[in-house]
């Protein structure tokens, strides 16, 4: 059967049994990109990060390419390549072991187009710097290598890294770096080097040193111009990078994200950043503990489709923003929070069809708000005042082309899992009056999993038999040495089979479902 189809129709069924779309996608996952549940060997259901998800398809992207190579002499010619397009490591050793393979045979590393370096030992052990000299030698073999995403602090490793990647990497459109803030300069010179960036994401750690000793240098007066750049997510102390970027060129961004994690002092000038970049962009993504301005961001991204933000946020009143003072700060009440209109706009946004929410964990009191809400009823008051306040402001006179609203929050999914829906009470009126609010606009109310928010998986009846195990070993986390077993056991008339059977299925689900990630 091998002989009768042509070498380019192997090809695509290959792209289409090994997930090459989603694998060499160019965008990121975003906030918006849906979680998934999964269900464990001992029955339980638990909630799976986009994160967590495409480092599985890429490892059964991997084991499906080696079932491919080991059918048929035939085979193992055409489908090589497809082994090593995509190398995922969670084991930083086996850099080591890739460099000798390509040292031995140097038209592999041609093939390459993805690149991606993992968690590896839960943050014991070696850093990547002990693997600088193999990580530069893969890259120099990689010319056409597409996607490189390490989110594993690279430290000082970085320098020589990006500078490898500037001198024999010039196809690349896809980055994930994950530096301390103090290279904040490496970083910028790294982005000179590479016009043709798509996708960008940047994490930045504590810096090693004095924060007030971090200089840019001749960095500072550089003016980027990335004509292709799309998306930028920016993670961390990026403060100093922020600034910067207000002044570059980037006539394509589209897709912007910005996390500050739990960190609420000098919060980055995001307003600033908009000003110069917001009228081009889509999709936009606010996570941070302090409020920020939504009116005037709002209005400085006139063609926004997805908005994310805290609802966690103490967002004034337009009558009280202006100037407050701190005895009227002093006098505001309960009632006044819970009473007083909010507004999220100056004006209908004519173009918002998709908002995601983050926060929200005090809402519905499960998981560890539920202590607090003993421990300190008073803060988890506030926060839930400042809850419903801003949902009631997701309204149609401020967005009329609404459609959907979604708790962005893996581990509040997790919670309401665990503990069988919200706490009994003024949390579960709560919810009852979100999803009312929701019908009421004809808007759908989703989790981060894309389903309804309250419709839970259901509980098991009984135990997991032996193909839930075989099928948690699938999709979950083995060894190479669990995969060479797994892989011994199938005889090649079944794999085959099996293959050119997902092949349909893939093939189908690919014309019903959207992609991924976001689209640019």
Same mark, same amino acid.
């Given at each position: ?10 090809s #695509? ?28 060997i ?76 993992t ?33 594993w ?20 459109? /896809?980055?994930?770096?994950?530096? *301390? ?9 790294? &982005? ?6 798509i ?49 570059? /060129? ?10 500050f ?19 081009t ?60 209109p ?26 560890y708000?539920?202590?607090?809400? /003993? ?12 809850? +419903?306040?801003?949902?009631?402001? &997701? ?19 997790? +919670?309401?899992? +665990? ?27 989703? +989790?981060?999993?894309?389903?309804l ?6 509980? *098991?009846?009984?135990?997991?038999d ?10 979950? #986390? ?43």
């Open positions: 059967m091998a002989d009768r189809l042509p070498p380019e129709l192997w #695509y069924i290959f792209d289409l049994a090994a997930d090459e779309n989603v694998i060499f996608y160019p965008g990121l996952p975003t906030s918006m990109t849906p979680s998934t549940w999964s269900r464990a001992y029955g339980e259901w638990k909630v799976r990060t986009p994160q967590d998800t495409i480092n599985i398809t890429q490892r059964r992207s991997y084991a499906t390419k080696k079932a491919i190579i080991r059918t048929c002499k035939r085979w193992q010619q055409l489908g090589t390549e497809f082994l090593v397009r995509c190398l995922f490591f969670d084991n930083p050793t086996k850099l080591r072991d890739l460099r000798h393979i390509l040292d031995r045979d140097t038209s592999l590393g041609w093939w390459v187009r993805r690149l991606h370096i968690h590896f030992l839960n943050g014991r052990g070696p850093t990547m710097g002990d693997f600088e000299e193999p990580l530069l030698a893969i890259l120099t073999q990689t010319p056409n290598l597409e996607i490189f995403i390490v989110d602090p690279m430290s000082t490793a970085f320098g020589a890294v990006a500078d490898t990647l500037g001198t024999y990497c010039h196809n690349l459109r /896809t980055v994930h770096w994950h530096v *301390p803030c103090e290279f904040i300069s490496k970083v910028i010179w790294a &982005l000179e080097s590479l016009p043709n960036l996708s960008v994401h940047l994490t930045f750690d504590p810096a090693l040193k004095e924060p007030e000793t971090i200089t840019l240098g001749s960095a500072e007066s550089v003016r980027l111009t990335l004509p292709n750049l799309q998306q930028l997510f920016l993670k961390g102390f990026c403060q100093d990078f922020m600034e910067q970027a207000a002044g570059w /060129t980037l006539p394509m961004l589209n897709s912007f994200s910005f996390d994690g739990a960190n609420t002092l000098n919060v980055p000038d995001v307003v600033g950043f908009l000003a110069q970049h917001g009228a962009l889509l999709f936009l993504d606010l996570n941070c503990v302090p409020a920020l301005d939504v009116r005037t961001i709002l209005a400085l991204c006139p063609i926004l489709t997805t908005f994310c933000f805290n609802l966690d946020w103490k967002i004034t009143p337009p009558e009280r923003s202006a100037s407050p003072t701190n005895d009227d700060a002093f006098n505001t009440t309960l009632e006044d929070v819970d009473l007083a909010i507004s999220l706009t100056n004006r209908p946004h004519e173009h918002i069809q998709h908002i995601g929410l983050h926060g929200c964990i005090y809402a519905f009191g499960v998981g708000a539920s202590a607090y809400l /003993t421990a300190d009823p008073l803060r988890t008051l506030l926060v839930q005042r400042s809850n +419903d306040a801003n949902f009631r402001a &997701l309204s149609r006179a401020s967005f009329p082309r609404l459609e959907r609203v979604r708790i962005l929050s893996p581990l509040l999914l997790q +919670d309401l899992n +665990d503990e069988n829906g919200p706490r009994a009470g003024e949390c579960f009126e709560r919810w009852e009056s979100w999803w009312d609010a929701c019908e009421s606009m004809g808007v759908r109310l989703e +989790d981060c999993s894309t389903g928010l309250g419709t839970l998986p259901p509980e *098991p009846v009984e135990e997991p032996g193909s839930d195990e075989e099928e948690e070993d699938e999709y979950g #986390y083995h060894t190479g040495d669990e995969e060479e077993r797994t892989s011994a056991r199938v005889s090649n008339v079944a794999e085959l089979r099996e293959l050119l059977e997902e092949c349909r299925k893939m093939s189908a689900e690919a014309e019903q479902h959207p992609p991924l990630f976001f689209p640019f």
